[in-house]
Structures are given as C-alpha cells and as structure tokens.
C-alpha cells in the first residue's frame, strides 16, 4: 500500500507546483521542468524524451532499474499518466 500511496501523493504535490513554472517560458513547459516533474515521480535514468505537442512523454528507469514512463502535459505540468513495469 505504501507503495502506492507516496507515488500518488508526490503526483499531487508536483501537480499544484507546476503550473507557475510553465508560464516561465511562454505557453510551453520546457523539456527541463518536464524532467523535474518525472524525477519527481521516481524516474532517475531518463532514456528517451518526446514532445508530443500537447505533452512530454519521458522514459527511463527508477532506483530499482524498473522501467516508467511519465506523461507531463506540456502547458500545465500536470501529471497525465505514469506507466511502471513491475
């Protein structure tokens, strides 16, 4: 359950820090605080960065080497879905 909970809560946290960031650079959130939100969530090795548009889809791998994917919207920051292999 733990390990369910501190993910959620530090998504939480890291969506209501966000959004004044991405008025920094315009209307885009820049590929940096996209980074800094998915290293929030756990992810330490960043393997593949993407702008999609209306998103940053970031991918890499947590402490455990377990491979995430985290979806950053790009104009608000606000987490829009994490993907974790088990």
Excluded at 12 to 34: E, H, I, K
Excluded at 62 to 71: A, E, K, N, P, T
């Amino acid at each position: 359950m733990r390990n369910i909970i501190i993910p959620i809560v530090a998504a939480l946290a890291l969506g209501a820090a966000t959004p004044a960031m991405a008025y920094d650079s315009g209307d885009q959130l820049s590929m940096q605080a996209a980074l800094d939100v998915a290293t929030g969530l756990g992810v330490v090795t960043v393997s593949n960065t993407e702008f999609l548009g209306d998103e940053w889809e970031i991918e890499g791998r947590d402490f455990r080497g377990r491979w995430m994917q985290v979806d950053v919207d790009s104009r608000t920051g606000e987490v829009r879905n994490v993907d974790r292999s088990w």
